[in-house]
């Protein structure tokens, strides 16, 4: 999987004595306790590369459901805590967002809320001579999970897809109202 890495400057003084590479996981370090603060967790990051500049965006979820104003105080802190934590060498805009109905699954673990759900899979090598899946997933372990298909079930590692995504229909939407996905 490719590595993201951002550049940021250190040095609580001399901020330009040395370069140390920011990756994700250094990210989620930063942001998961100012997520927490607020009640919320952290439901995953991604670091998107722009023309000009990346985005570092930040999904966040709550066991009561998050919403704009969490969204906007854990923003308004995480531009706070990354600016004293250390200023990134290249321009960048943050965004906090919800998942979604749509979610991103980010971790297997994820999955356990979802199970029976519809999910999009797109695998990272095509597998099979199948690239895209589309199924409802019933069961994982703790790094496969399984999704039925049309054209049969398929074991599936986690860690070979490029984007797992819930695809909820419109009906399921309507049925569950607020409470779908929780």
């Not at 250094?26 to 991604?46: H, Q, S, T, Y």
């Amino acid at each position: 999987s490719p590595r993201y890495h951002v550049i940021i400057f250190c040095g609580a003084y001399a901020p330009f004595l040395y370069i140390k590479e920011m990756n994700r996981e250094d990210i989620i370090e930063i942001v998961k306790p100012v997520i927490e603060d607020r009640n919320c967790f952290l439901w995953g990051v991604e670091i998107l590369r722009g023309k000009k500049r990346p985005t570092v965006r930040i999904y966040i979820e709550s066991d009561k459901g998050a919403n704009i104003d969490d969204c906007e105080n854990i923003s308004k802190d995480l531009n706070y805590e990354l600016a004293l934590e250390d200023s990134f060498v290249e321009d960048y805009v943050l965004e906090v967002s919800t998942p979604g109905v749509d979610r991103k699954i980010f971790y297997i673990e994820q999955l356990d809320e979802f199970l029976g759900e519809n999910f999009k899979v797109k695998l990272r090598q095509a597998q099979d001579n199948i690239k895209n899946l589309e199924g409802f997933i019933n069961d994982h372990g703790e790094d496969t999970f399984t999704i039925d298909c049309k054209n049969g079930s398929h074991i599936i590692k986690f860690s070979d897809t490029e984007l797992c995504r819930l695809n909820p229909s419109f009906e399921d939407i309507l049925r569950m109202g607020e409470n779908y996905g929780r």
